[in-house]
């Protein structure tokens, strides 16, 4: 964690530009919903419209999911700007959250 | 988090991050995929939390439909749950073991059937499938069959489950009991309006009792063909007048059938082959949710309902609308006059029209109002006398209640005023069918003929003075005032006299106190002692008006 977080400081200069994520969910499990809904505050709070966010369903798509390292459901993949950063659980913790997208300065 | 044994092991196979495993102790995870397999594996915890929102949806299903049903990996119902099994069709226990489109529904061909089957391989969810059958006692039912697939934890096909409910429409409706399709069927039979049902082809697939009993005229389009027969095309092949009309009711029928619009009208006046006056009315009701049925189609023929629109829309646009005051309309039953209020013109008369010249074709006929219309015979070509006079109580024209075209006297307008107005053929044709319109006819006609012989044997044996009195009574009787405006000369016209005449016998009325005229206005002071001045024969004409009635 404390490297992702070195990066994501260095990545900084760059939440002006469109954060794009990728979560990984299992149905309507109970985590999964909550994953959703806590990611979808985080982004109104900080992101407005800056961010593109593509749902994917390990039941749907477990391939693709393998093929993307998806090892639990949920977890939530920034794509880009790079680098590609990786959290796991309900995202329930949100300065984890924010850090993982780069944009903790804004947290305060 | 109780992780048992079996998925201790799986975790520890799969999980090597202290992150990922730090989110299963904290029970944030809900499954983990395996690379061996491909597939994702639910925590037991979520797989309880799962199977509490299933039972929650389910019963809310239970709530919304009539069924809820299994179906294997080769679509066989595996089970069918929910409202009574009755006769309804579809959810008896015979369905189990079977495939959809091994049920005995009758909507569907086989091209529909292998778009369905297609889109199961696909394992598509489908909503709202309308399938009809016919139970054991005959009764058709329609169901709305909705469906999705389902799959296990790992993501394997194990087949699909949904529901169905029975469809409440016009077809359906007699499903819940028995014998109500004859109900129906009897209400159908017992409307006097035509109704068909058409295809989607046009094609006239249902009608009640009035439609085959109708006995088609060019006039109804296509109305009284059979069961069986294309309707649109009898619009297209219609002929005649009546070609335009058959045209712009298939191209609405077209619509409606094709979803366009939900409900066409269509109506036209015509005549009948009997002459009679009536408008075609077509209502065409579109039917969506039947597969059979298309379009609804409707047909009346009313001769009331012009007339109910007529003084309507009179009301609108023509602030002389006239009230029906005169007697012999007046005299006629509700019905008849109903029919030929259709063809009555409301019209405004000037004073000196002339409706008809001796000798003229009678082009019209007038039932007077409030206006007054002097017949006048000519003597030579140029001295006219007043034979008769005609307000309310009776009609100009009566020459053709007798058959008679042309006229015999010169009908001039002496008092202006409201009446109706009828074109001449159509007044014959009505004439013919309305016999109450003939009694009240025959008698005014008699009575003005009572009215000619006595002003004929007055003209020739009454004063002026006398005559004038008479004639300035029967003016009176006419109008609704005590004032009118006649100059002397139209008076002297009228009693067949000089100028000098009349005035002499109007100064004589006038120093009586009986009238009082300034600059051919002439007001009526004492109508008794007018009633005494004038000659017996105003009071004969009169008592054979006030005991003969029209009626």
Redesign the interface.
Known sequence: MQRKRAKGKAASPAVATVVVMRLYISGNAPNSVRAIANLDAICKEYLKDGYKLEIVDVFEQPARALAEGVIVTPSLAKVSPSPAVKVVGNLSDKGNVLLALGIEGRAG | MDVTAEFEDLILR??K?P??RQ??E????????D?AT???I?LP??QL??RV?QARDRSLVKLSSDWQWEKDTQYRFVSCEGASTGSSGFADKSIIGKRLWDLPFDNMNDVQWQALRRELTRRAAYRDLELRSRDRAGNVHCFSISGEPV?NED?EFKGYRGTAREIPGLQVADATSPGSVEIARATLDALTVRICALDSAGTIILANKAWGAFTATKQCIGVGIPEGTNYLAACDSAGGNTRANGVALAAGIRRVIAGKCELFRYEYGCNSPTGERYVCAFTVTALRRNHTVRAVISHAKTFTRKYAEHPLGRDHEDADRVPIVNAVLAAMTRREYQRLAIDLEPIRLNFGEVLYELGDTIQYIYFPSDCLVSLLTEVEGRMALEVGLVGSEGMVGTPLALGIGTSSIRALVQGPGRALRMEAARFQTAFRQSPSLQRALYRYTHLLMAQFTQTAACNRFHSVEARLARWLLMTHDRVSSDQFHLTHEFLADMLGVRRVGVTNAASELRKRKLIDYTRGDITILDRKGLAAASCGCYRIVKDLFDTLKLR
């Open positions: 799969l999980i991050g992150a990922e989110a299963i904290s029970g944030q995870i809900d499954a983990i995929l690379p491909g597939r994702a639910l915890e979520a939390a799962l929102d799959f993501g």
